[in-house]
């Protein structure tokens, strides 16, 4: 039996970080309803947003990783006739999932007293750009600029005067999805041992903080941070990139750097820099622009032979290293399939496809079979056929604008 076999949780969230915890809910046997707009999840459409990469399908490739497996159920909730339906499904649901913003959630009769009143036993799980307190609490908000840019990572690692590139979709909710995940597994685990529903909620805001949780410590403790150096000027040799002789970005990363100062200059070729007075110790390494001159060492050494090359040589001394992975290494990364980070699925529109999996595994307890993204209002009869809502009443809330129904493929 799967994990979360008789688990019923209901979806009111649209994007990625939110549907992202109902999408692992789902891999250990959770019955996942997703409920979304007559027009479907905008995020079935984030493939045509300017600027990403070009796919000409219906539901394209951002709505995969985070929704397959689930229901759809497409309901107007602004409608009178949802009130209604939403209680008689979450009366008898064991989690509800959402990113609607706290006044619209009132306003729909879907506030946290409300449902607890409805529902004692229900886990209330909140996703937020900005958090549940305070006056930026109903502003609209983006793992881009909650997560990546008021965390401080942006203004720290990147040439803010230039071109910054973009951003990985999704990169900032995913990581705030699974803490919100973590907050409903253990509200999960408190229910069965009190009996009782709670809320739980978690904020891009929040996640971008604890992300880069270090570098702000060093601010609160009033650490003195050092200026940006440009790249010939860097502090340490390993933390600049590289270029191999057939161009490709790599880096190093080196912790310990006395310890492993040896097996860099072995890998390097160069085990005259070992005992070079002026190299031997950090602190001599660290004076009168030698990391200039070693940056210029290496940038001389690397350029003579291929990537491959040097992964052989580095891993022969044991020192962490990568290239700068572009997508196509990714998707033809072997250690990546070999732990079951890529899964194929069937989906009726794109056929036989590879997808990320989620990023956790229990070795007791296996994931589900997984089944590809629902259609919008695939499953809408079945659902409200579930909470005894007949098909010719379906019928007059379909004519009536209020719920979508759409047969199943094929």
């Known amino acids: 039996m799967a994990l979360l076999s008789g688990i019923r949780v209901i979806e009111a969230a649209s994007m990625v970080m939110v549907p992202a915890v109902g999408a692992v809910l789902a891999d250990y046997g959770a019955q996942v309803v997703k409920i979304e707009p007559l027009e479907g999840d905008l995020n079935r459409r984030g493939h045509k947003i300017p600027g ?18 689930k229901r759809s159920l497409a309901l107007d909730l602004k409608a009178p006739e949802s009130a209604g339906i939403m209680r008689r499904l979450l009366e008898g ?17 879907l506030g946290w007293p409300a449902l ?26 983006f793992d881009t600029v909650c997560y990546w840019s008021r965390s401080g990572m942006e203004a720290n690692a990147f040439p803010i005067d230039g071109w910054l590139g973009h951003l990985g979709y999704g990169t900032g909710d995913h990581p705030g999805g699974m803490a919100l995940l973590s907050a409903v597994l253990l509200a999960l685990f408190a229910r069965e041992r009190d009996g009782k529903g709670t809320r739980v909620s978690s904020s891009l805001l929040a996640n971008g903080a604890w992300s880069n949780s270090i570098m702000i410590q060093a601010r609160l403790v009033e650490a003195k941070f050092q200026e940006r150096r440009p790249r010939e000027e860097a502090r340490n040799v390993t933390s600049v990139y590289y270029r191999a002789g057939d161009r490709r970005i790599f880096k190093i990363a080196i912790v310990d750097s006395q310890r492993d100062w040896p097996k860099l200059c072995r890998a390097i070729g160069r085990p005259d820099l070992i005992d070079n007075p002026r190299y031997a110790s950090l602190e001599e390494r660290t004076r009168d622009g030698r990391m200039r001159e070693l940056i210029q060492i290496c940038d001389q050494v690397f350029a003579t032979q291929p990537i491959e090359h040097w992964k052989r040589a580095l891993e022969e001394q044991d020192l962490p290293h990568s290239i700068v992975a572009t997508y196509d290494d990714v998707v033809a990364d072997r250690q990546m399939a070999a732990n079951g980070v890529f899964l194929e699925i069937d989906d009726p529109e794109l056929g036989r496809v590879r997808t990320v999996d989620s990023p956790m595994h229990i070795e007791a307890h ?3 079979a997984r089944r590809s993204v629902p259609r919008i209002g695939e499953h809408t009869r079945e659902i409200l056929a579930e909470i005894g809502v007949g098909n010719d009443e379906v019928d007059a809330l379909v004519k009536r604008a209020v719920v979508a129904a759409r047969a199943a493929p094929g």
């Not at 649901?93 to 009769?109: C, M, Q, S, Y």
């Not at 036993?121 to 900005?130: D, E």
């Open 116 to 141: 607890q009143a409805l529902n004692p036993r229900l886990i209330y799980a909140q996703g937020t750009g900005f958090g549940d307190v305070g006056a930026e609490t109903d502003k609209p908000g």
């Open 366 to 368: 296996p994931k589900v």
């Open 93 to 109: 649901a064991d989690v509800f999932l959402t990113n609607i913003r706290p006044k619209p959630l009132e306003r729909l009769g």
């Open 52 to 69: 990403m990469p070009i796919q000409d399908t219906e539901s394209g490739y951002c709505f995969l990783p985070d929704n397959r497996g």
